[in-house]
């Protein structure tokens, strides 16, 4: 147990619709980070959090946004869902921020399924 | 940018053997950082070990070690006497030592044990 929770476990919808994922860091780290693994693209750096300050984006759709809240909880909405938005949404935690040297650790990630 | 190729899609092992994964990667940089990550059939992506680019001498994890060849840009992963718990996949990931912190990884190499 890596001490990052997501929920939900699983989560299945219709195209079109939205869904919000959640992560809890690790107890002390204020970095977050959100990736996407799918079958086509692999494992692929969304965006990264620190201290509720959004600090480096990766190929994060525009239907796509995330936000890290005063208790350092995150949230990754995905809007206007697709097919090809069907993956595996992991985050990570670390404690430091910019030009930190932590490893980041990961939660057990939220299976999309899109219909 | 950074890229990290493992060229091995799947490799295979009889138990308590020996196994070597590859994985090489293309950076300008000098500061950075490689890890290799195992993903088991629960999806978890659980942290391997840890290499600093710095650090001439190989990092080492119990039956883990790995075998950093800075000048090459390849960093391989050798576990001995395997377990048929070590069947995952594995990802190599590149993180630069400045800066942002997002982890670049590989496609994977499918480890399965032979008992």
């Known amino acids: 147990d890596s001490g990052v929770t997501q929920t939900p476990k699983h989560l299945i919808t219709a195209t079109g619709q939205r869904v919000t994922l959640r992560c809890s860091p690790r107890s002390g780290d204020l970095s977050v980070y959100w990736y996407q693994q799918s079958l086509d693209q692999g494992l692929q750096f969304l965006i990264q959090?620190?201290?509720?300050?959004?600090?480096a984006k990766g190929n994060i759709l525009e239907r796509f946004s995330a936000q890290q809240f005063p208790d350092l909880h995150s949230e990754l909405n995905l809007s206007s869902l697709e097919l090809g938005d069907s993956a595996l949404y992991f985050c990570?935690?670390?404690?430091?921020?910019?030009?930190?040297?932590?490893?980041?650790?990961f939660g057990p990630g939220t299976r999309l399924t899109v219909l | 940018a950074q890229t990290v190729t493992q060229s091995q899609p799947e490799m295979s092992v009889q138990e308590a053997e020996t196994v070597t994964l590859s994985c090489t990667y293309d950076t300008s940089e000098s500061d950075y950082y490689l890890f290799w990550y195992k993903q088991p059939p629960s999806r978890q992506m659980i942290l391997v070990i840890r290499q600093e680019a710095y650090k001439q001498q190989n990092a080492t994890e119990n039956r883990f070690s790995v075998n950093f060849q800075k000048a090459a840009k390849s960093f391989s992963l050798k576990i001995s006497d395997s377990q048929l718990g070590d069947a995952a996949m594995y990802f190599c990931?590149?993180?630069?030592?400045?800066?942002?912190?997002?982890?670049?990884f590989g496609q994977g190499t499918r480890l399965t044990i032979n008992p």
């Open positions: 990570a935690s670390s404690p430091g921020g910019w030009g930190s040297t932590d490893t980041q650790y």
């Open positions: 990931a590149y993180r630069s030592g400045q800066g942002a912190q997002k982890l670049v």
């Open positions: 959090y620190y201290n509720g300050e959004e600090r």
